[in-house]
């Protein structure tokens, strides 16, 4: 809003100055300037001086107490502690006191000294929360949780709604929150896989209260603007176009799956990756298929259709832009609003029903089967979201490998209904990807997933199939620094003969003396089938004395089934070998957890 001469007790050019001014200042810097100016109003008229002017001059700062608060994070791969600490320092850029900290690393009886409480949170698995935040989970749930009524708090939940209990774990802390009595002063923020958006906002939001609840601050203060993109050159919204300089079936022949070592340059980018972090692929559907689904709809796939602000044809929005092969109850949900077809209806009504549907079908098999539909093609894109970035370990070390970047990625397919069906960006790389052709991509930090700074800490790798990815970076970046300290790796798969990847390399690294020990499980070549925990189990006697010489340990792989099964025989092991409760055992787990010495990359 401008002032004029005509509203306002200024002359033209005063006017000229402050409206040249008021556009440039924050939110922040307004209101600083209001609590100043009202400060040196109240100090002239008690102290009786009639020239502003000369009172200004001599004006001392005014005095209040700092804004503090704390930032709490629940995050598995690295995403919610990127925004967490985006949040951290856009508040201390603004004379917030601010305390970062994953929710393993806080005290729990910190909780009655804080004010304000912003947590940062995925969900994991079924409705569960991240490793590092079971432990305040069951705190805030437990009868020793304390009364709240003190803290001031908010919440961004961070999830998938392809799955059933989307953002559950978020909405429990909001909720469990309020229950104990705290303010809510920002609504919770529930954040799909495309979260940047929304993310930002919650950032700004949050910001903007604690700024607005601070009137008047020290004269001194230099305060800085919010800035609202801090994210490095190359990302989700803006990959790096990486070359192919490698793409090899690294089964043997016989086996039943495939798994493709992809080698990509990325030279002149300016990329920088460690062992433990991942790679985001922007991935392309397939186009035969989506030249079936826009046959199904009865489509052209040269029709114009707006997405954002954007005008592309049908056909580059799904194929490039948007997600066709997962189905979720929230996007049923949308398409039986345009159906007069009442078997859609019955199924959503039934639980079982929907998620015996869903299960390993696509948006083909609905369109098929729940017509005729009244949409037209804009309206069909605008019920669809983003096709999600797919993230891979990253398999080599940058120490040995300057300009490149490997990673291990297995092929998804199987049949369902006589249709063959292949994943997004597995089916991509293992079909449609050549040597020498360009794949978008951008490095996503895990600082959850970690070789120790001090190379005298053994480390414990535990891995099935594809797993084994990351513990190549490890074991890599290990042999190119000449680290001496021990290293356990446990490696399973189906078949020795045909599944036993990176083999020669393993082997090499165990001459060599930067791998220690090697234990394998191939499944399919005895009677029984063996697992990585099964191998556990029989060295159960040296991993608990690694454990109690500070190993950490590293699980990568499937969640539901190996690092579940792992994870028990862990817990299995501590109470045999150290005498203890299944209690005790897990209070042990929790202590490992809570000292960054149980990190798992589970998908």
């Known amino acids: 809003m401008a002032l004029n001469v005509l509203s306002s007790p200024f002359d033209e050019e005063q006017l000229k100055k402050i409206n040249g001014l008021l556009p440039s200042l924050t939110d922040y810097q307004k209101i600083w300037l209001t609590g100043y100016l009202s400060g040196a109003q109240v100090m002239t008229q008690s102290s009786g001086v009639g020239q502003s002017e000369s009172m200004v001059a001599t004006l001392e700062p005014i005095q209040v107490a700092q804004q503090v608060a704390t930032i709490l994070y629940g995050s598995q791969t690295g995403n919610s502690q990127a925004i967490a600490e985006r949040l951290g320092k856009k508040l201390s850029e603004n004379n917030v006191d601010v305390s970062v900290s994953s929710m393993s690393a806080f005290k729990h009886n910190h909780l009655k000294k804080l004010t304000n409480l912003f947590i940062v949170t995925s969900t994991h698995g079924e409705g569960d929360p991240p490793d590092n935040a079971i432990s305040f989970h069951e705190f805030l749930y437990s009868k020793r949780a304390p009364k709240l009524d003190h803290i001031n708090f908010s919440v961004l939940a961070l999830g998938d709604t392809s799955y059933e209990f989307f953002c559950k774990t978020g909405i429990d802390f909001d909720e469990q929150l309020a229950k104990l009595g705290a303010q809510r002063i920002v609504p919770r923020v529930d954040c799909d896989l495309d979260f940047d958006e929304l993310a930002d906002q919650w950032v700004e939001q949050v910001t903007g209260e604690l700024a607005a609840s601070t009137t008047q601050v020290s004269s001194q203060t230099e305060t800085k603007p919010i800035e609202v993109n801090d994210h490095t050159l190359y990302s989700k919204k803006n990959p790096f176009q990486a070359e192919v300089l490698a793409n090899i079936n690294i089964n043997g022949r016989g086996s039943n799956k495939e798994t493709y070592h992809v080698e990509l340059s990325i030279e002149g980018s300016g990329l920088t990756y460690e062992p433990g972090d991942s790679i985001g692929i922007v991935p392309e559907n397939d186009p035969t298929f989506v030249g079936s689904l826009i046959s199904s709809l009865d489509f052209d796939e040269d029709t114009k259709v707006k997405l954002q602000d954007e005008e592309l044809t049908l056909k580059e929005v799904l194929q490039t832009k948007l997600e066709v092969t997962v189905l979720s109850k929230p996007l049923l949900q949308k398409i039986a609003a345009f159906t007069v077809n ?7 009504a039934d639980d079982s029903l929907w998620k015996n549907f869903v299960y390993g079908r696509d948006l083909l098999d609905a369109i098929e089967q729940f017509g005729p539909f009244t949409w037209t093609a804009q309206d069909f894109i605008q019920i669809l979201r983003k096709i999600p970035v797919r993230l891979y370990s990253i398999a080599s070390s940058q120490k040995a490998n300057e300009e490149e970047v490997h990673l291990t990625i297995g092929k998804v397919s199987y049949e369902q209904d006589d249709r063959a069906r292949l994943g997004v960006c ?4 293992a079909e449609r990807l050549a040597e020498g052709e360009k794949l978008p991509i951008y490095v996503h930090k895990n600082p959850n997933f970690r070789l ?3 190379h005298h800490t053994p480390i414990i790798m535990i891995g099935a199939g594809t797993g084994i990815a990351p513990f190549r970076s490890f074991i890599e970046d290990r042999a190119e620094v000449g680290v001496e300290g021990k290293s356990w790796l446990f490696f399973g798969d189906q078949h020795f003969v045909t599944d036993f990847l990176y083999q020669i390399e393993w082997q090499r690294w165990l001459k060599e003396g930067a791998l220690t020990n090697l234990t394998v499980a191939f499944s399919r070549d005895t009677e029984h089938k063996v697992y990585v ?16 010489q500070g190993a950490i340990i590293y699980v990568c792989g499937d969640e539901k089934n190996m690092a579940a099964d792992v994870d028990k025989m862990l817990r299995t092991i501590i109470a045999e070998q150290g005498g203890k409760s299944a209690e005790e055992a897990a209070q042990y787990i929790n202590e490992l957890k809570s000292q960054q010495r149980y990190q798992r990359d589970v998908y």
């Open 342 to 348: 009442k078997k859609l209806a019955n199924i959503l």
């Open 533 to 548: 925990q099964h191998r556990l189990r029989e060295n159960a006697k040296e991993i608990y004395k690694w454990l109690e």
């Open 426 to 429: 597995s089916g991509q790389v």
């Open 452 to 454: 120790p700074n001090d």
